[in-house]
């Protein structure tokens, strides 16, 4: 079945430095990748997501990267502010399960003032 | 996307009792999802509950043990039965909107069992 890596575990940057998040996976078939950040105390949240027939997506200050070949992705996090201190969940999804997916096992990532 | 209503929020059980988890969406959907997470840890799928069938679940995960109802296309409930510490972790609901949406998560419901 579908396995997720992710890297690194924990993260700790500056205010206004850039973070990267990796991931990969195992499953070729897997075609849909998303991205959550959970807060204390919250729920995961979709932050972004990619699709298997794109290499890059935007969403201002945050960006995921696909390469399909090496089956790894990956979340680039600009001009970090203390609000994006959370843990940062990867997924794949399951070939053949529908809308069901593997998640990595998360960054705690913390944003220094 | 959809507003998920999870309830209760948090709670504390004795060993051996059970705790049925209710989850509102606001919005009809096909396919509503069960989680567990484990203090610390990732999410781990217990099952994908459909209207109108059985739950499927995952490899460790059993019936038994974590019933779940699907009575409309908008509300499921997860029970966990016959608690020991072990099942202390919270239990997140989630719903697909459709591919391109992935899943939209309630808030969760930590649970300890004493």
């Known amino acids: 079945g579908e396995n997720v890596e992710q890297h690194p575990s924990t993260l700790s940057v500056q205010e206004g430095d850039s973070a990267v998040i990796k991931c990969t996976y195992s499953d070729s078939a897997s075609n849909y990748f998303p991205w959550y950040k959970q807060e204390l105390g919250k729920g995961p949240q979709l932050i972004i997501d990619i699709r298997s027939n794109v290499g890059e997506k935007k969403d201002q200050r945050i960006a995921v990267t696909l390469n399909k070949t090496a089956k790894h992705f990956s979340l680039h996090i600009t001009e970090t502010q203390p609000e994006d201190s959370a843990v940062y969940f990867c997924?794949?999804?399951?070939?053949?399960?529908?809308?069901?997916?593997?998640f990595g096992p998360g960054t705690r990532l913390s944003v220094l003032p | 996307s959809a507003v998920i209503s999870q309830k209760p929020s948090r709670d504390i059980c004795q060993r051996g009792t059970s705790l049925t988890i209710q989850c509102q969406v606001d919005s009809q959907v096909t396919m509503m999802f069960w989680y567990r997470q484990q203090p610390g840890q990732s999410l781990t799928l217990i099952a994908t509950a459909n209207q109108g069938s059985e739950a499927t679940y995952e490899s460790g995960f059993v019936i038994d043990k974590f019933p779940i109802s699907r009575p409309n296309l908008t509300f499921s409930t997860l029970t966990v039965s016959n608690m020991s510490p072990e099942d202390s972790s919270i239990y997140l609901c989630?719903?697909?909107?459709?591919?391109?949406?992935?899943?939209?998560f309630g808030s969760g419901t930590r649970l300890t069992v004493v």
């Open positions: 989630s719903v697909a909107l459709g591919q391109s949406y992935g899943y939209t």
């Open positions: 997924a794949a999804s399951r070939a053949g399960y529908g809308q069901n997916f593997v």
